[in-house]
């Protein structure tokens, strides 16, 4: 199909789905400003947005007052689409929710339609709506596709999607091969669960029949994902799913509002109300706050109406640590987050009142060994003493009934020793990597964009330097509690 048929059956297509909810408006939106862009916005209650040019090059952006950054990929010229002998114009219309994001990097895109008039005007009609659980390094438009630069595990990867009167395609119908290498623990369990692929499909592409046997390092094909077409609030995703990115039906793309607010310098509990368009009786009472106190700088609240459905099980192993434990306590109290401690036998014997702390204020204490000890260079008998010992020194009656071997290896034997005291064996589906002492942005950057809803969390609270894990996990917990994340222990007595 020619790229002209491409585009005029894309416009046929949302007459018929469009033009009733633009008649529900009761008065048309207002002129914009000169050398501004006025461009129909399905996410906004006016249903259009004023994008102002940029500096740098011919695209237009615009910051709505919900956060949200609105842009605009460069005019790319598509011939006459409406047989008026004018040549037409399209662009690609971006919407940032974050710098990061649960949503294709918090990133939604619409295909946007210029129709020139005689009179040197242009027409703005709506295109195709899509949303790609994929961050994407790049979008263009060309002979009737539109092109995408994906950004997969290790590897990026061009793939283009064709439109048509139904909506957005992969041109082969598939999505891509990803290619995952194996990590340290990993199975195939796991890994087919991340990617929400059949056990039986990965094992097949890759050729593997016994699945006892993954290498560490090992490059793992797999299977591509067929796309499924949603409708949210009325408006056709297409959508292919990835770990953590799943669309359901009732889901929001993105959350136009955040589920709590961080208290800045000199803002009033009205302010705070009021930008988050809540009655302010609602916040005090949602909070449980006074309003004859005034809000404090750094002072977390959440936000009425707003649900906080997805978990995440921050886990911190090493400690407890003189210094660095009860700074992390603060901050996690500050949120109202728990999270789960896998504390190290002879820092739980020298620091016993931070593990009551710890317990007091509800997070889970498990066992992370007495010395923090290769276990696959100790004899079954010495494991058995490790946990014992670390028990006995967290306390019975206070121990959550969960293990974590040190840099996550355990072999069979010890594994039967663990397994046979009664304690299930916890490792993580998210490192910080603040075990290599990043800095504080490296540290939350795979936390903030692989975050999802059940997911396992490695940081650390023990060591020599734990200020920029610090840094890390308020950012964690500022970025992910905005978008509807609450934080809770995964082992408790």
């Known amino acids: 199909m020619r790229t002209p048929a491409l585009i005029l059956a894309i416009l046929l297509f949302l007459a018929s789905t469009l033009p009733a909810a633009a008649e529900e408006r009761a008065t048309p939106p207002p002129a914009p400003p000169r050398s501004a862009l006025l461009v129909p916005y399905r996410w906004t209650s006016a249903g259009f947005v004023t994008l102002l040019p940029n500096r740098r090059d011919n695209g237009w952006s615009a910051q709505l007052d919900s956060g949200l950054e609105v842009r605009t990929s460069e005019l790319q010229a598509v011939g006459d689409l409406n047989g008026d002998a004018i040549d037409d114009r399209a662009l690609l219309l971006e919407t940032h929710a974050s710098r990061r994001g649960p949503y294709a990097g918090g990133t939604r895109w619409e295909l946007l339609v210029l129709l020139g008039g005689a009179d040197g005007t242009e027409t703005v009609a709506a295109g195709v709506t899509f949303s790609l659980a994929l961050h994407v390094t790049g979008l263009a438009i060309a002979d009737g596709k539109v092109l995408a630069s994906l950004a997969a595990g290790e590897e990026a ?7 048509e009167s139904d909506g957005l395609h992969r041109t ?22 991340r990617y929400r692929v059949p056990l039986a499909e990965l094992m097949a592409r890759n050729a593997i029949g016994n699945g006892n046997q993954l290498a560490i390092g090992q490059a793992l094909a797999i ?13 056709p995703f297409v959508f292919y799913g990835l770990p953590g990115e799943q669309l359901r039906a009732g889901d929001t793309p993105l959350a ?29 009472d949602y909070n449980g706050l006074r309003l004859s106190r005034p809000p404090i700088p750094g002072q977390v609240v959440f936000i009425p109406g707003i649900p906080r459905e997805k978990v995440l099980y921050l886990t911190f192993d090493d400690g407890p640590h003189e210094e660095y434990t009860p ?17 190290v036998g002879i820092y739980a014997n020298i620091y016993p009142d931070l593990i009551q702390r710890e317990i007091d204020e509800g997070h889970g204490v498990a066992n992370h060994t007495y010395y923090h000890s290769h276990l696959d260079k100790l004899s079954v008998d010495r494991v058995a003493w490790e946990l014992i010992a670390t028990q006995t020194a967290i306390g ?51 936390v903030l964009e692989r975050a999802y809803d059940g997911a396992i969390v490695l940081m650390h609270d023990g060591g020599d330097d734990r200020s920029a894990t610090l840094a890390a996990l308020e ?19």
């Open 157 to 163: 990867i061009d793939t283009a999607f064709v439109l």
């Open 172 to 193: 082969d119908g598939e999505l891509m091969i990803l290619t995952h290498l194996v990590r340290r623990d990993e199975t195939l369990s796991k890994i087919a669960a």
């Open 223 to 235: 299977p591509p994902t067929q796309p499924t077409q949603e409708s949210v609030g009325g408006v």
């Open 256 to 284: 136009l509002r955040p589920a709590q607010h961080v208290v800045q310098p000199g803002e009033r509990w009205d302010q705070i109300a009021a930008r988050h368009r809540v009655a302010l009786p609602d916040l005090i």
């Open 327 to 343: 700074q992390f306590l603060d901050l996690l109290a500050r949120f109202q987050a728990q999270a789960t401690f896998f504390v």
């Open 396 to 446: 019975v009656d206070n121990q959550a009934a969960c293990f974590r071997p040190p840099y996550g290896i355990l072999p069979p034997a010890a594994w039967n020793t663990v397994v046979g005291q009664g304690y299930e064996v916890v490792i993580w589906d998210i490192d910080s990597l603040d075990w290599k002492r990043p800095d504080a942005e490296a540290i939350a950057a795979p």
């Open 475 to 493: 950012t964690v917990l500022t970025e992910l509690g905005a978008q509807g994340f609450r934080f809770e222990a995964y082992c408790k007595r």
